[in-house]
């Protein structure tokens, strides 16, 4: 069974930049058959996906963050990770890593997440 | 802003049935399959319906799932207290290529 963890600071300054890493066992990252997606929640609202990366390595950005999001795979240590730059307290959410199908016919089934991270962008 | 437009909020009585919408565009409730997710406080979304109308096992037959044109909808019979949480409609939007979410729909079973 797949489980995904995400890691990383729970509070960044403003301007700085959010890393995080989700962690990936019970299968393959690179087994191609997904894409594996960064997706938020600032407190008290709705759900904002904020990026995916093919397991071939491809990666696809929401044009409304895509200017400060870097996302990217480390297939020796079964991982991927999110870059978010210029922070503000806008930032500031429940940032969750989750998988998707690959395969049009179930492109928004998001199983397994990981149980999210809050990140406080704060001085 | 979310791309999905849900309801803030829906409530019912225990037993009762309760509906929940969904509307998008084209690109993503139009042309693409539904899915719905439960999320009880302080937990990750959890799949109720894809593709616009299945239940991963282990779902109620409570729930249900329609769609049509640019619209969908969730629907739960027989509410029960346990009901109680926010529910987010999500769809793949081509123009995007990912997905978009609704804001969520808190229920409430009064």
């Known amino acids: 069974q797949v489980q995904l963890q995400e890691s990383g600071p729970g509070l960044v300054k403003p301007s700085e930049t959010l890393s995080l890493t989700c962690s990936v066992s019970?299968?393959?990252?690179?087994?191609?058959?997904?894409?594996w997606s960064w997706i938020r929640q600032p407190p008290g609202k709705g759900l904002e996906w904020i990026a995916h990366?093919?397991?071939?390595?491809?990666?696809t950005y929401n044009p409304s963050l895509k200017s400060r999001v870097t996302i990217s795979v480390d297939t020796s240590k079964n991982q991927f990770s999110l870059k978010l730059s210029s922070v503000t307290a806008a930032d500031t959410a429940v940032y969750s890593c989750?998988?998707?199908?690959?395969?049009?016919?179930?492109?928004?089934?998001?199983?397994?997440w990981g149980q999210g991270t809050l990140v406080i962008v704060s001085s | 802003q979310s791309v999905l437009t849900q309801p803030p909020s829906a409530s019912g009585t225990p037993g009762q049935r309760v509906t929940i919408s969904c509307s998008g565009s084209?690109?993503?409730?139009?042309?693409?399959?539904v899915y719905w997710y439960q999320q009880l406080p302080g937990t990750a979304p959890k799949l109720l319906i894809y593709?616009?109308?299945q239940r991963p096992s282990g779902v109620p037959d409570r729930f249900s799932g329609s769609k049509s044109g640019t619209s969908a909808s969730l629907a739960i019979s027989g509410l029960r207290s346990e009901d109680e949480a926010d529910y987010y409609c999500?769809?793949?939007?081509?123009?995007?290529?990912?997905?978009?979410f609704g804001a969520g729909t808190k229920l409430t079973v009064l």
């Open positions: 999500a769809a793949w939007d081509d123009s995007l290529s990912g997905p978009v």
């Open positions: 593709r616009n109308d």
């Open positions: 990366i093919y397991g071939g390595g491809s990666t």
């Open positions: 989750a998988r998707t199908p690959y395969s049009r016919s179930y492109r928004g089934w998001y199983d397994p």
């Open positions: 019970g299968g393959s990252i690179s087994s191609g058959n997904y894409f």
């Open positions: 084209t690109s993503s409730v139009g042309s693409n399959y």
